[in-house]
């Protein structure tokens, strides 16, 4: 545990379905981690994934962990000082951050169809290579995107990792830990639903 600092852990089910023993037992875990270091056990809801949202499900997780009496400090229903707890409530402090992250360039807008992604991906299996996008929209220029974006071309929003640099690191568990930017995807930050993916 770093020192001078509260333990805050959280349980961020997304409610596709109905709570399993498997979340139940993730709960269990930090809920007893936090209660143990004297710190804050948090819910947050991640609804992103909208087309395979449950009815119900985020009704169904509260009254389970109030009955299971895994009593939370800060999410849904109680509310708390980082609120709100349910991330498409969230969508719009995410929308000024990414435009924040285009504006300086360390994102960029992927127009690339699911297609291609797939033949890419296929070709880099093919070639034993490691599966990363290809960062070809990073090339658009300012009109090629100003024209995708008046036609309505769906696009998804990708973080920019500059190649050649050496990223270092002290983790709790691991240690030292240390790679080459190289190896990392430009990941996505905003789907084109407009909701944003956690990693």
């Not at 996008?133 to 973080?159: H, Q």
């Not at 690191?169 to 993916?197: C, N």
Request: hydrophobic letters at 35%; one cysteine or more; aromatic letters at 10%.
């Amino acid at each position: 545990m770093l020192e001078n600092e509260k333990v805050r852990v959280r349980f961020a089910p997304s409610p596709t379905g109905f709570l399993h023993v498997g979340g139940l037992r993730t709960a269990l875990y930090n809920y007893l981690f936090a209660r143990k270091h004297g710190g804050v056990f948090i819910v947050r809801i991640e609804d992103t994934d909208r087309s395979r949202y449950v009815e119900g499900a985020l009704e169904n997780l509260v009254e389970v962990l109030k009955w299971t009496g895994l009593d939370y400090d800060e999410g849904p229903v109680k509310g708390g000082p980082f609120a709100p707890y349910i991330q498409s409530e969230r969508l719009s402090i995410y929308q000024h951050h990414v435009e924040t992250l285009l504006g300086s360039g360390t994102a960029y807008r992927c127009f690339c169809t699911s297609e291609r992604l797939e033949a890419m991906r296929k070709e880099q299996e093919k070639r034993r290579l490691p599966s990363k996008y290809d960062s070809t929209c990073l090339s658009l220029n300012d009109a090629e995107i100003k024209e995708n974006l008046e036609k309505g071309v769906p696009f998804v929003v990708r973080m920019r990792i500059s190649d050649g640099r050496r990223i270092r690191f002290h983790d709790i568990i691991r240690e030292e830990v240390e790679f080459l930017s190289d190896q990392l995807d430009d990941q996505v930050l905003l789907k084109s639903d407009g909701f944003q993916v956690d990693h």
